[in-house]
């Protein structure tokens, strides 16, 4: 594997903020991706960074920081469908995925 | 409509007789893979393909075997099935590696294997 570490469970209120990390080997690193995945189906498409810093779209932002190996998915103003896993992934000449962390949104 | 798809969707076959997995994309995408997905342990690549003839091993490819004798079609072989191959099976392609590409994925093929 490319030793892609994230947690592997959070759990959070309705309208609150969560904060998922992601670390990844950064030898021959190309972006980070994030995707979401609901049980049993394919996963979607959230972001992809390539850049340093902080990438907004809507309730949703990313942020890399290439030297330190690091990138976080910010879900805000949670809602009950966002309970999902969510993938980063890392890109170079091929995609590896982490396990994944699957959050639970609680009303 | 861009699409990815992989047949069959289901499948419950006994140890030993030879499968096969296909998967299609309309897109003309270069790179296409194999990935299974097993509880706690993500998606896990098993073979992918840079282009036409052009293949290489993943993470976990014992057991498999790949073709890409087209663009379009990258099928997934299991020579001798065993019960520690029943996953959650996903195709995906892309236009290239290395870019900012989107990843297509197909639908998910679950394997059952006794």
């Known amino acids: 594997g490319q030793n892609i570490d994230q947690p592997t469970e959070m759990t959070a209120t309705e309208g609150a903020i969560v904060q998922i990390n992601c670390t990844y080997q950064?030898?021959?690193?190309?972006?980070l991706f994030w995707y979401q995945q609901h049980a049993g189906e394919a996963p979607t498409f959230l972001s992809y960074?390539?850049?340093?810093g902080l990438e907004e779209k809507g309730r949703f932002s990313s942020f890399l920081s290439r030297s330190k190996g690091y990138s976080y998915l910010l879900l805000k103003e949670l809602q009950m469908k966002d309970s999902a896993s969510y993938l980063c992934a890392r890109n170079d000449y091929k995609l590896s995925f982490g396990a994944g962390t699957t959050v639970t949104v609680r009303a | 409509e861009a699409q990815v798809t992989q047949n069959p969707r289901y499948l419950i076959t006994v140890t030993g007789k030879k499968l096969t997995v296909t998967c299609s994309q309309n897109?003309?995408?270069?790179?296409m893979s194999w990935y299974r997905q097993d509880p706690g342990l993500g998606l896990r690549q098993i073979y992918y393909?840079?282009?036409?003839?052009?293949?290489d091993k993943g993470d976990v490819p014992e057991g498999y075997k790949v073709s890409r004798k087209e663009k379009r079609n990258f099928p997934l072989i299991l020579e001798s099935p065993s019960p520690n191959q029943t996953s959650l099976y996903f195709c995906?392609?892309?236009?290239?590696?290395?870019?900012?590409?989107?990843?297509?994925f197909g639908e998910g093929s679950w394997l059952t294997v006794v």
């Open positions: 393909s840079m282009n036409v003839e052009v293949t």
């Open positions: 950064t030898s021959g690193f190309n972006g």
């Open positions: 995906a392609s892309s236009a290239r590696t290395g870019g900012m590409d989107t990843i297509y």
């Open positions: 960074n390539v850049l340093d």
């Open positions: 897109m003309n995408h270069e790179y």
